[in-house]
């Protein structure tokens, strides 16, 4: 469903050892680096929506490490070449990636898996209710039906 | 089993929702947090273990989102008031807690749950194999035999 300007998709690595696995997340020397304001950890349970939220200012680096995570995205910058767009696409351990969401892009995200479905924000700032916006599932402003 | 100095334990806050929980992992402000250089998840399966590993430069900030793991370490810092302590501790999403560690401190950790055992590093550096120094689990060194 098109991508949004942006948004970056990065492969990660995941290296199996015999007592368990290194996941890799983020590090400071990576493009996707904006600066650490805060991590925390959201779950999210099969079938359930959280969502929308747009944040002003902070930029969201998203690993899921338990799951799966379908992400829907919509691009809300009048100035962006990808106005309007709407970007969808899940992460699980499987398509093990980190996707960076910039600042005035929509977001909302389902639980895919019977498993505990969690994600990881590394965000480029701490949480501040001031910055961001949130907005109900169904809504007159983003043209996606499929929650 | 004691305590080590500069070892630090802080409660973090799990706020349910209808749709799923948000668990704090670390911001900026915190006095534990000590620059960006990496996170990552490591993974333990039920009864292994992985270590023992001490670091020359490396803070830990480590987070147990999902499953239990139980930490051992063993201060080995001559210079330290709690040089050749040894302290243990299982956190798990039930005891959601913090762990910060100074290099020079070594540790070991081993799945305490069938579920998936999974930490989260927030490390203030970058990976760098010149900085670490590993030991197998039955060493002359550390006493310590509940492995």
Chains 1, 2 share one sequence.
């Not at 490490?65 to 767009?85: A, Q, W």
């Not at 351990?93 to 898996?113: C, E, I």
């Amino acid at each position: 469903m098109g991508v949004i300007d942006d948004v970056r998709l990065t492969p990660l690595s995941i290296i199996p050892g015999e007592s368990g696995d290194i996941m890799h997340a983020l590090k400071q020397q990576e493009i996707s680096f904006h600066g650490f304001g805060e991590a925390y950890f959201s779950t999210v349970q099969y079938r359930a929506v959280k969502g929308w939220k747009k944040h002003s200012r902070m930029i969201l680096n998203l690993i899921v490490p338990s799951g799966g995570i379908r992400f829907v995205l919509y691009d809300d910058r009048p100035l962006s070449k990808t106005y309007r767009n709407i970007m969808e696409l899940e992460l699980s351990k499987k398509n093990y990636q980190r996707l960076t969401v910039p600042p005035g892009v929509w977001m909302a995200f389902q639980g895919m898996s019977a498993e505990v479905n969690m994600l990881l924000n590394i965000a480029s700032i701490p949480h501040d209710p001031a910055e961001a916006e949130n907005m109900s599932v169904k809504n007159e402003l983003i043209p996606y039906s499929g929650f």
